[in-house]
């Protein structure tokens, strides 16, 4: 299917959560990314989390989560004011179609939208996976040239990107 429509995120609400639960990642993105059931059960745990689903038209395709701290997510505090972005996906079957650049376009605008306070945006990508560190590179993201070693699945780069 090419891409004609827009890609926008809007906040998880009762209504779309189903629609979520029937997206999935690849086997190799499994132990990095998580089932989609855990991620949105895990969200109603933490206060100030906010799910967020990426949509192709009408269409769920993928999902994130932004932190109101970084702390969850580096395992500390940042000096400016920060975000955390976690579990961000897109569902396998609409992987390969540069949907992810275009979904994090359209989460960067809707942050500074809903979050003009918050300086810089803050996230851990696993040190294996490649394809998501060019992604996030790729997005403006800057290499902070930490590690981190909270994950459950080894150590992960640590990268910042400005917020407008």
Known sequence: MPITVAI???PVDDALRPRLLGLHVLPAQRDWVGAIADLLADVTLCPGSEAM????????????RIEPTPRSVTGRDLELPSLGLRGFFIDAAWQGRGLGQLALQAM???????HPAAR???????RSNHAALRLYLRAGFNDS????????????????????
């Open 8 to 10: 926008r995120v809007v």
């Open 145 to 164: 040239g930490e590690l981190y070693h909270g994950g459950r699945s080894g150590p992960q780069h640590l990268l910042l990107r400005p917020l407008p």
């Open 120 to 126: 810089q945006l803050a996230l851990t990508v696993n």
């Open 53 to 64: 689903a990426i949509l192709h038209g009408d269409t769920a395709i993928g999902y994130y």
């Open 108 to 114: 960067f605008s809707d942050l500074a939208r809903r």
